[in-house]
């Protein structure tokens, strides 16, 4: 486990790139341990790739993915989405 990375506490919010680093870190547990190098460089294509923002919002609200309060640029939610890519 990477020690930078804390678990939140309850009621605590966290920024967008604590929220990345969580993600990809739980993405790369289940991986085992795994770094994929292309979704690094952004070689291979997104989910969040060609939809808007309603759609980033229902794509979060079908994973089950909450959209942290203040969260509200569309680049903040497919940052999200994107993150969450490892997790179906």
Not at 24 to 45: F, H, I, L, P, V
Request: hydrophobic fraction near 30%.
């Amino acid at each position: 486990m990477n020690k930078d990375v804390q678990e939140p506490k309850e009621g605590e919010q966290l920024t967008l790139e604590q929220i990345n680093r969580i993600l990809k870190q739980q993405q790369q547990q289940k991986q085992g341990g795994e770094s994929n190098t292309d979704d690094d460089r952004g070689a291979d294509k997104k989910p969040s790739d060609g939809l808007k923002a309603a759609e980033i919002k229902a794509a979060l609200a079908e994973k089950g993915i909450e959209i942290p309060e203040g969260v509200t640029l569309k680049a903040d939610l497919a940052a999200l989405l994107d993150g969450s890519a490892g997790d179906e």
